[in-house]
């Protein structure tokens, strides 16, 4: 066992030596990091809308694709909204974090 992991460290190493001449994909990580930034702003927009429209709807003027539809009801569906809103939330942080500048 012990030669196995011996060979298999000095397989990694001789292809981390031959493979370092490759360029750096930077750029293509920033954009990638921009564009979750952006879906992530989209993404709580979007929810903190669906807990607003749950919040101030009721069940019966939902439309019927919603989650939540019932014909005639006048309940309005607070879990609903409630999850909407944590979701948003979340979708917030996670843009805040990642927006973040990195720490050298």
Known sequence: MG???CELYSWVASWVST???LPP???HLDMNKKL???LGI???VVFLGIAIFYWTTPAGHLPTYVPGYEIGS???HFKHGLAALILSIFSFIYTWFSSAKEVK
């Open 36 to 38: 979750l930034t952006g």
């Open 25 to 27: 994909l930077r750029a």
């Open 19 to 21: 493979t370092s001449n």
């Open 42 to 44: 989209i993404g709580g």
């Open 74 to 76: 006048a309940t309005i």
């Open 3 to 5: 030669t196995e992991t």
